[in-house]
T-cell receptor
Framework: GAVVSQHPSWVICKSGTSVKIECRSL??????MFWYRQFPKQSLMLMAT?????????EQGVEKDKFLINHASLTLSTLTVTSAHPEDSSFYIC???????????FGPGTRLTVT | EDQVTQSPEALRLQEGESSSLNCSYT??????LFWYRQDPGKGPEFLFT???AGEEKEKERLKATLTKKESFLHITAPKPEDSATYLC???????????FGAGTTVTVRA
C-alpha cells in the first residue's frame, strides 16, 4: 500500500516553455502533498505544501508564479514549471500523506532538463 | 529553524564490514525522526520512524537508534545491495514538513 506515482519520469523541454509534472496517490487519499527539488549530490529541499482544494503554501525563496501547484483532487497534484530555464533543471519529487497522518510516501521523481 | 547534519558524507565498506551512520539534529520539539534509502535517480524509500529517545527499530541488516540529539543507522554485515544514499529527516511537533539532511552515500564492495 501507500504507492505514489509521478509522470513523466523524465522530461526535456526548451527554455521558455512550460512543463507539467503529475503526482498521483494510487491506493490512498492524499489530503496533503509535498513537492521537493533535489540537485545533484544534494538533499531534498521542500518547495511547497498543498492541501486538497486549497492554495499551496510555498517555502521561502520559491517563486509561486513560476512553480504552479494544483491539488484539485485527493489523488492528484500537479506542478507546472512555467517559462522554464536551464537553472530549473533538477530532480522533482512529490510525496503524499493522508488525513491525520504525519507519514509521507514518496514518488519516484521526475528528472527535468531544460535546454 | 530545524537542522539536520549527517556524517560521514560518504562511506565505503567491504562486504560484511559493519558500520554506523550518524544523524545529528536540532528541532523545536521532535515529533519524529525518519530514515530513508535513496537509490540513484529514484525517490526516497521509507525505512524507519523513531519517535522518542531510546527507541530502536530493525529491518534486516539495518538498525536505527535515537537519542535526544542524534540518531544512528547501524548496518550489520552489509551486502553490495545495501549500497545507496541514506537520508535522515526530522519532523517537528504539529508540523507536517520534513527537514532533510544531506545524506550519507554508502558503497559496499563485494
Amino acid at each position: 500500500g501507500a504507492v505514489v506515482s509521478q509522470h513523466p519520469s523524465w522530461v526535456i523541454c526548451k527554455s521558455g516553455t512550460s512543463v507539467k509534472i503529475e503526482c498521483r496517490s494510487l491506493d490512498f487519499q492524499a489530503t496533503t502533498m509535498f513537492w521537493y527539488r533535489q540537485f545533484p549530490k544534494q538533499s531534498l529541499m521542500l518547495m511547497a505544501t498543498s492541501n486538497e482544494g486549497s492554495k499551496a503554501t510555498y517555502e521561502q525563496g520559491v517563486e509561486k508564479d513560476k512553480f504552479l501547484i494544483n491539488h484539485a483532487s485527493l489523488t492528484l497534484s500537479t506542478l507546472t514549471v512555467t517559462s522554464a530555464h536551464p537553472e530549473d533543471s533538477s530532480f522533482y519529487i512529490c510525496s503524499a500523506s493522508t488525513s491525520g497522518s504525519y507519514e509521507q510516501y514518496f514518488g519516484p521523481g521526475t528528472r527535468l532538463t531544460v535546454t | 529553524e530545524d537542522q539536520v547534519t549527517q556524517s560521514p558524507e560518504a562511506l565505503r565498506l567491504q562486504e560484511g564490514e559493519s558500520s554506523s551512520l550518524n544523524c545529528s539534529y536540532t528541532v523545536s520539539g521532535l515529533r519524529g525522526l525518519f530514515w530513508y534509502r535513496q537509490d540513484p535517480g529514484k525517490g526516497p524509500e521509507f525505512l524507519f520512524t523513531l519517535y522518542s529517545a531510546g527507541e530502536e527499530k530493525e529491518k534486516e541488516r539495518l538498525k536505527a537508534t535515537l537519542t535526544k540529539k542524534e540518531s544512528f543507522l547501524h548496518i550489520t554485515a552489509p551486502k553490495p545491495e545495501d549500497s545507496a544514499t541514506y537520508l535522515c529527516a526530522v519532523q517537528a511537533q504539529g508540523d507536517y514538513k520534513l527537514s532533510f539532511g544531506a545524506g550519507t552515500t554508502v558503497t559496499v564492495r563485494a
